[in-house]
């Protein structure tokens, strides 16, 4: 017993203990863990690698090599001399052993503009892959904060569900007094339990839906744990639902010259820019340097090792040019693609524009219709209220019959619902018309 009683004086204790998420840990939480925005940030460090390899490439290329080999003459004589690299080999064996040792260099000194232009194209693929990363985090941050105001409202649906089976049980319980006094036949005794039963069947269902939100949301911050997950349950005041809506063309432009999509789009204008110059390149000559240093040795030699190294020793240095004359087309057809892409990258900005304008106009007619709809269902919702405690005092007097007072819960129940939809959908949409204004979440 003195177990039992342990456990049951810790078990609030860990309940209380559980960890609340709050909008911004969540938020905090998912930048540092989301697998996909993870995986969004790799791709950004391989473009960074691609813009030092092509940078690089500027740079004179430099390589040695060496060969060691034997050598193995049956039928040689051995009463002659033999000549070996110019030089006349005093040691006539029927076994040599030959090396050779070079060190070569090449240098692009001109190819159209290639090498630049690769560059800059690197470097605004870097660019776009970090854009294309944070649209990853805006999306993320976009999903939790709609999934949060979910879980809000169902959180504060299952307080209102519940107040509502305490209504109902009160209504059962004195059904029950009625129809042991003979004021209630036991078919309206009945519809009153199966009412009772309906909202407890309601509870759990908005219950379900809640849990699985929160599974939603654990899963997108990647936390695979089995504890269940809660958030923090804010106070929302009226004056928040009510806040003061900013001007749609204000938000606009402001998120014309923040939003990472716009600034994608714009540098793919760029970038198709320079795949223009760079497919007119095939037209333009280019010119290399060479340069190279080789030497070898000969076991079948009267001179030493380092003699023949010294002696042996041949350089060269050579430019070369190379003319495009006839590629068969093929530099044209590049260039042309070139430029369509270049028009229908200008076309993706007008698009990315029109999209922009368009989630912008309709989070601010939906965060101002749902400020309309809050501000009407909170006076409908009073005025029920006020309308069921009436009916539910008739009843109680036997003034009133059963039909009369399920249909005033239920029209109470609709109102509350309606007032809780039309108030988080003000919240979220505010909050998204923040956060494409000025990039931030609360």
């Given at each position: 017993m003195r177990k039992v009683l342990f456990i049951l004086f810790l078990l609030p204790l860990s309940v209380s203990a559980q960890k609340q998420w709050t909008l911004q840990e969540c938020i905090d939480y998912a930048m540092a863990n989301n697998?996909?925005?993870?995986?969004?940030?790799?791709?950004?460090?391989?473009?960074?690698?691609?813009?030092k390899g092509a940078k690089a490439a500027l740079l004179p290329?430099?390589?040695?090599?060496?060969?060691?080999?034997?050598?193995?003459?049956?039928?040689?004589?051995?009463?002659?001399?033999?000549?070996?690299?110019?030089?006349?080999?005093?040691?006539?064996?029927?076994?040599?052993?030959?090396?050779s040792y070079s060190l070569s260099g090449q240098w692009t000194v001109w190819n159209g503009n290639r090498n630049i232009n690769t560059i800059k194209l690197d470097q605004l693929s870097e660019e776009q892959a970090e854009l294309s990363t944070k649209e990853t985090a805006n999306s993320i941050q976009e999903r939790i904060a709609q999934i949060y105001a979910q879980i809000l409202y169902l959180a504060e649906n299952v307080k209102v569900n519940e107040q509502m089976l305490e209504t109902s049980k009160k209504n059962e319980e004195r059904g029950k007094e009625m129809l042991s006094v003979g004021k209630m036949s036991k078919a309206d005794v009945a519809q009153l339990s199966?009412?009772?039963?309906?909202?407890?069947?309601?509870?759990?269902?908005?219950?379900?839906?809640?849990?699985?939100?929160?599974?939603?949301?654990?899963?997108?911050?990647?936390?695979?744990?089995?504890?269940?997950?809660?958030?923090?349950?804010?106070?929302?005041?009226?004056?928040?639902?009510?806040?003061?809506?900013?001007?749609?063309?204000?938000?606009?432009?402001?998120?014309?010259?923040?939003?990472?999509?716009?600034?994608?789009?714009?540098?793919?204008?760029?970038?198709?820019?320079v795949n223009?110059?760079?497919?007119?390149?095939?037209?333009?000559?280019?010119?290399?340097?060479?340069?190279?240093?080789?030497?070898?040795?000969?076991?079948l030699s009267g001179n030493g090792w380092g003699d023949q190294i010294k002696s042996n020793v041949n350089t060269s240095l050579g430019v070369g040019v190379t003319v495009p004359i006839y590629d068969g087309r093929s530099t044209k057809t590049s260039v042309n693609k070139a430029k369509i892409q270049q028009l229908q990258a200008q076309l993706d900005l007008q698009d990315q524009q029109k999209t922009l304008y368009s989630n912008i106009q309709q989070f601010w007619l939906n965060a101002w219709t749902n400020q309309q709809k809050y501000q009407?269902?909170?006076?409908?919702?009073e005025?029920?209220?006020?309308?069921?405690?009436?009916?539910?005092?008739?009843?109680?007097?036997?003034?009133?019959?059963?039909?009369?007072?399920?249909?005033?819960?239920?029209?109470?129940?609709?109102?509350?619902?309606?007032?809780?939809?039309?108030?988080?959908?003000?919240?979220?949409?505010?909050?998204?018309?923040?956060?494409?204004?000025n990039g931030t979440l609360r």
């Open positions: 697998i996909t925005l993870q995986q969004s940030k790799l791709k950004k460090e391989s473009a960074t690698e691609e813009l290329t430099l390589s040695a090599s060496t060969n060691q080999s034997f050598g193995y003459q049956p039928w040689k004589d051995t009463g002659m001399s033999y000549v070996t690299n110019g030089t006349v080999n005093t040691k006539v064996d029927k076994t040599s052993y030959n090396g199966a009412q009772r039963a309906n909202d407890e069947y309601t509870i759990v269902e908005a219950q379900s839906q809640l849990m699985n939100y929160e599974l939603q949301l654990k899963q997108l911050l990647e936390i695979t744990d089995e504890e269940r997950f809660q958030v923090a349950i804010p106070e929302i005041t009226d004056e928040q639902v009510l806040a003061q809506i900013p001007e749609l063309q204000t938000v606009y432009e402001q998120a014309l010259m923040s939003r990472p999509e716009i600034e994608r789009s714009q540098l793919a204008i760029k970038s198709s820019g223009v110059a760079l497919a007119k390149a095939g037209w333009m000559p280019s010119v290399n340097l060479t340069g190279g240093i080789t030497t070898s040795t000969n076991s009407a269902a909170k006076s409908s919702v005025s029920a209220q006020q309308s069921y405690d009436l009916l539910s005092e008739q009843f109680r007097l036997g003034l009133k019959n059963i039909v009369e007072l399920m249909a005033g819960k239920d029209n109470l129940l609709s109102q509350q619902q309606s007032q809780l939809q039309s108030k988080y959908l003000a919240l979220y949409n505010q909050q998204m018309l923040e956060f494409y204004q």
